[in-house]
């Protein structure tokens, strides 16, 4: 083990994260991380799967996101609040914990806020590569909040994008990822609106947080040959196309019985043929077939692209430091002696009783 220590539980703070980033480096990052869900979705049958549990809300959701192999078990904590924004309060944020099946202690506590917003965008261009036409060198991103830069990078990594077009409703928002990602890589075009966004764009990716039936994407800016990576509809009543180009595009998922309840494809029947993602990524079922094939990748995140991101953190920081030690589990000399550790707390060692 890592950390000898049975009561000590190596834990990822968001500063830490940040560093192990950026010594790694973004890209490098995001491409490693894409491997390591790409072979997670290539032994898609070792996992657990169900749909994350979820807590409604008015304002938002909280979710529970479980997943196992058999040998390690991982969780995500995460919520989705879009009017969180007007507070100064993240969208989302997120925790995770990576267990050992065998003896059921963690092995990791980290932070997920930043590592989410890199595996959904890691996950996005995993599904791109086999999804997206040949030789694509463009993106439209609509919605550019905290997101957009990261599948931005991802994009450009994996799949070699250097010509980005971005639009949001709040300029502001707009402004400041191009300024983030100014000086890496990119020809940036500012666009007036989201039609403006896709024109000549081989892929689109849409990204919004508004919790609500949204119409980003309307029947007539989806011309043939495009991808669209929908990212932003990720729960019940909250979508960013309209149906029509639904019934246009061959559709990509992650976990169907997920997917049909918080994705895209809640606007269309129940039994409408969609293809996952793990049988794509192992030659069990087609990709993009031709040139004027529409690809829909309707992305609401999965656990076991989590459970990827804890193991790929649990073996990066290795010899780092960039974790801190938490006494997080009770380990008495003598396991069936819970309550004498407690006794014993009360007296300082090398005490002697009187």
């Known amino acids: 083990m890592m950390i000898p220590n049975l009561n000590i539980v190596p834990f990822v703070s968001v500063d830490h994260m940040m560093k192990l980033v950026l010594k790694i480096g973004v890209e490098r990052f995001l491409t490693e991380l ?6 997670d979705f290539r032994r898609w049958h070792a996992f657990d799967k169900t749909p994350r549990v979820a807590s409604h809300s008015a304002d938002g959701v909280i979710e529970l996101m479980p997943t196992s192999d058999s040998r390690n078990y991982g969780f995500k904590y ?16 997120a925790f995770g914990v990576l267990s050992d099946v065998a003896t059921g202690y963690p092995v990791l506590m980290t932070e997920m806020t930043i590592l989410t917003a890199l595996r959904t965008a890691a996950t996005s261009a995993v599904a791109a590569k086999p999804l997206a036409p040949r030789g694509a060198s463009c993106m439209a991103i609509i919605g550019n909040g905290a997101q957009s830069e990261f599948q931005a990078l991802a994009f450009k990594a994996l799949l070699g994008i250097r010509e980005l077009r971005l639009y949001d409703i709040d300029p502001d928002a707009t402004a400041k990822c191009a300024r983030n990602l100014a000086g890496m890589g990119f020809s940036i075009t500012t666009c007036r609106s989201a039609q403006e966004a896709v024109e000549g764009a081989h892929i689109i990716t849409t990204v919004t947080a508004d919790k609500q039936y949204a119409t980003i994407l309307t029947d007539n800016m989806v011309g043939a040959g495009v991808h669209i990576n929908a990212v932003g509809g990720d729960c019940p009543g909250k979508t960013e196309l309209h149906r029509d180009i639904l019934l246009r595009s061959d559709i990509f998922v992650e976990y169907p019985p997920q997917t049909r309840i918080e994705g895209e494809i809640q606007q269309l029947p129940a039994d409408y043929p969609v293809t996952e993602l793990w049988q794509v990524l192992t030659g069990a079922a ?11 990748f309707d992305s609401v995140g999965f656990a076991t692209e989590d459970f990827s991101a804890l193991r790929y953190v649990r073996d990066q920081i290795v010899g780092t430091g960039l974790y801190q030690e938490l006494d997080m589990l009770a380990d008495p000399d003598e396991p069936r002696d819970l309550f004498g550790m407690l006794l014993r707390a009360a007296s300082p060692p090398g005490a002697v009783a009187a």
């Open 34 to 39: 894409a491997v390591c869900i790409e072979e």
């Open 78 to 93: 995460v919520n989705g609040h879009p009017k969180n924004t007007r507070e100064g309060r993240q969208t989302v944020t």
């Open 286 to 296: 087609e990709g993009r077939r031709d040139a004027r094939q529409i690809t829909l």
